[in-house]
């Protein structure tokens, strides 16, 4: 079974501060894929990065990076200079071999304030 | 290009009775999945459908729970003898081929309460 944990349920931070969101998977798929969404107040899920197990590779969006360290299993999101449109709660999600469904953590609220 | 839909995107029912809930994807997109979210459970991987082959319905959480895919395209959610449990969002999202890897993008979904 695959299990994705997201251990921080709620966040604050004051605008322009730099924010880390953690998100653990765990698998004993030997392949797998990581996402990142995100879910603004208006409820929609957002795509926002796919990585995949092969790839460790740290990616820059903007104000927006990931590190994934496969040895510990994390895919952390780090924000930097957040904005009050960053509030949100981020989902992080895994998928593997076995199936073709997304599991998710329980996601991350994070708020930020002006 | 249009993003998925969803219908309605709120209903309200009554315990016992039975409710449909839409979904529309995104245009030559072969993949479609149902999740639900709620208060107590998260977000829910429902069932999938790829094509033309059978679907997944592993995450059903009963018999109550039924889906079906009509010309590869618009999906039907329908729940039988709705309980109070059954209250949550329903996303519905479609990706361009089935698997992991392939983003998948959501719908508004649709708030189901249950009274």
């Known amino acids: 079974a695959q299990k994705v944990t997201q251990a921080q349920t709620e966040i604050s931070v004051v605008e322009k501060e730099d924010v880390t969101l953690d998100c653990v998977y765990e698998t004993r798929d030997t392949t797998y894929y990581l996402f990142w969404y995100k879910q603004p107040p208006s409820g929609e899920l957002v795509f926002l990065i796919r990585?995949?197990?092969?790839?460790?590779q740290n990616e820059i969006s903007g104000r927006y990076s990931w590190n994934f360290q496969k040895s510990t299993s994390s895919f952390n999101f780090t924000i930097t200079a957040s904005q009050v449109v960053d509030s949100a709660v981020y989902f992080c999600a895994g998928g593997g071999n076995a199936g073709n469904m997304l599991t998710f953590g329980g996601g991350t609220r994070l708020m930020v304030k002006p | 290009g249009a993003g998925v839909s969803q219908s309605p995107s709120n209903k309200v029912t009554e315990k016992g009775k039975d409710v449909e809930l839409r979904c529309d994807p995104i245009?030559?997109?072969?993949?479609l999945y149902w999740y639900r979210q709620s208060l107590g459970q998260g977000l829910e991987f429902l069932i999938y459908?790829?094509?033309?082959?059978?679907?997944?319905k592993s995450g059903l959480p009963s018999d109550r729970f039924s889906a079906e895919r009509t010309g590869g395209s618009v999906s039907t959610l329908t729940i039988q003898r709705t309980q109070q449990e059954d209250s949550a969002v329903y996303l519905c999202?479609?990706?361009?081929?089935?698997?992991?890897?392939?983003?998948?993008?959501f719908g508004p979904g649709t708030r189901l309460t249950v009274l």
């Open positions: 245009s030559g997109h072969t993949a």
């Open positions: 999202a479609s990706s361009s081929a089935g698997g992991q890897y392939n983003e998948q993008f």
């Open positions: 459908f790829q094509g033309n082959s059978a679907p997944d």
């Open positions: 990585r995949n197990s092969f790839d460790e």
